[in-house]
């Protein structure tokens, strides 16, 4: 399939971290009108196509690796065999997670159940998958809790159910540390899907948590394009607030149409200018984290449009980071932004920062604005916006 796009600077190599779940392009198209579409795709047969494809690893759910019921032999033995193929590919595994969502026992929940077994049953599991992924070789353990949450609000005390959340996340991080485990969590915020509203429905709502915990330390988020666009919120700025937090720990790459279910849709097949503004803060920073692809292909896919998906992932990404570059070496934007930048001077009688202290205070209570100029002042970004939209669109 690969071999249809040039080998040229929109090639994924290693280097460049990215990452995919097993579960997305493992995703065999069951949805809640269909059945499945595709065959399902073994754990060491999905390592092996995207290492061929130049990816650098897989992240995994405990049971997309090892079936809830497998005995510890089966376990074992499963572990066995997909560590070799790690071994012969070079793949590694920097994520890993619980499935709390889809067995039956976690209908009403996992840590914010009513049901005291049920939580502890979601520590027990979790503890296990925390073990599996420290074996793997994960940096990062995520937490999204799909059925925390309700569509009765008479059942569930919402604040019993703050109290509860940060109770396992307070239990499994004093797991992680007694164990010398290198773990940092990473949380991850949707409004809703599958329960009707799920509790810390934004990573604005889960960062605020984060520093209620035992070890705020440990602790960041996962933010996803599509959970927060669901939420009708702009997907950059959250993360941008995430970053300059230290709080950025992973990211979920994916796209969606507004006002929908969670469509998890190819990384930028929608939303082109939203997702070059996420790729160009993320570049601009630096982020050293992985680009982690958490989307399915299209349910009108076979097997090799599978790969077709998970190969374009990751060139668009690389295609929009070179526009990212662009971007920055633009002449007529780059001129644009320092006359925005011109203006981010104080007048010479207040200083050169807003930093408080009472003789600053007490000087510019007394300043005099020239207030008709800043009124009036024309700002440009009309320009600004066409100019990005044509250098997107590739016209420049
Ligand atoms: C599930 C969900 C994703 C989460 C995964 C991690 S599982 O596929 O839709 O958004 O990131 O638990
Ligand atoms: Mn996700
Ligand atoms: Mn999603």
Not at 238 to 249: N, R
Not at 348 to 373: E, M, T
Request: net charge neutral.
């Amino acid at each position: 399939m690969a071999k249809k796009y040039p080998t040229d600077k929109y090639t994924p190599r290693p280097e460049h971290h990215f990452t995919f779940g097993l579960w997305t392009v493992g995703n065999t198209g069951r949805d809640p009108f269909g059945a499945p579409v595709r065959a399902a795709l073994s754990p060491v047969r999905i390592v092996e196509r995207l290492a061929d494809l130049g990816a650098y690893g897989v992240n995994l759910h405990d049971n997309d690796l090892v079936p809830i019921d497998a005995t510890s032999s089966e376990r074992n033995q499963i572990v066995r065999e997909f560590k070799s193929a790690l071994r012969a590919t070079g793949m590694k595994v920097p994520m890993a997670t619980t499935n709390l969502f889809g067995d039956p026992i976690f209908k009403d929940g996992a840590f914010t159940s009513n049901d005291a077994r049920v939580r502890a049953f979601a520590l027990q599991k979790t503890m296990h998958a925390m073990d599996l992924g420290v074996e793997l070789g994960a940096k990062t353990y995520v937490f999204w809790g799909g059925r925390e949450g309700t569509e009765v609000n008479a059942s569930k005390n919402p604040v019993e159910a703050m109290k509860r959340f940060r109770e396992a996340l307070n239990f499994l991080c004093e797991y992680a540390i007694s164990n010398r485990y290198k773990l940092r969590f990473a949380l991850e915020a949707k409004p809703n899907e599958p329960r009707g509203d799920i509790f810390l429905p934004t990573s604005g709502h889960m960062l605020a948590l984060i520093y209620t915990l035992d070890h705020p330390e440990m602790v960041g988020l996962n933010p996803e394009v599509a959970h927060e666009q669901m939420a009708g919120l702009d997907f950059a700025h959250g993360v941008a607030q995430a970053l300059e937090a230290g709080k950025l720990f992973h990211i979920d790459l994916n796209a969606q149409k507004p006002g929908r279910f969670d469509q998890d849709l190819r990384f930028a097949s929608e939303d082109q200018k939203g997702a070059f503004f996420l790729v160009k803060l993320l570049e601009d920073n630096a982020w050293e984290g992985m680009r982690h692809f958490d989307s399915h292909p299209y349910r009108t896919e076979d097997e090799d449009g599978v790969w077709e998906f998970a190969y374009c992932s990751m060139r668009t990404y690389l295609i929009l980071k070179d526009r990212a570059a662009r971007f920055s070496r633009d002449r007529e934007i780059q001129a644009l932004l320092r006359t925005i930048a011109k203006r981010d001077v104080l007048p010479a009688a207040l200083g050169k920062s807003l930093k408080f202290s009472r003789a600053l205070a007490s000087r510019l209570k007394d300043y005099s604005f020239d207030l008709d100029r800043l009124r009036e002042q024309g700002l440009k970004y009309e320009r600004l916006d066409q100019l990005t939209t044509e250098l997107l669109l590739g016209v420049r």
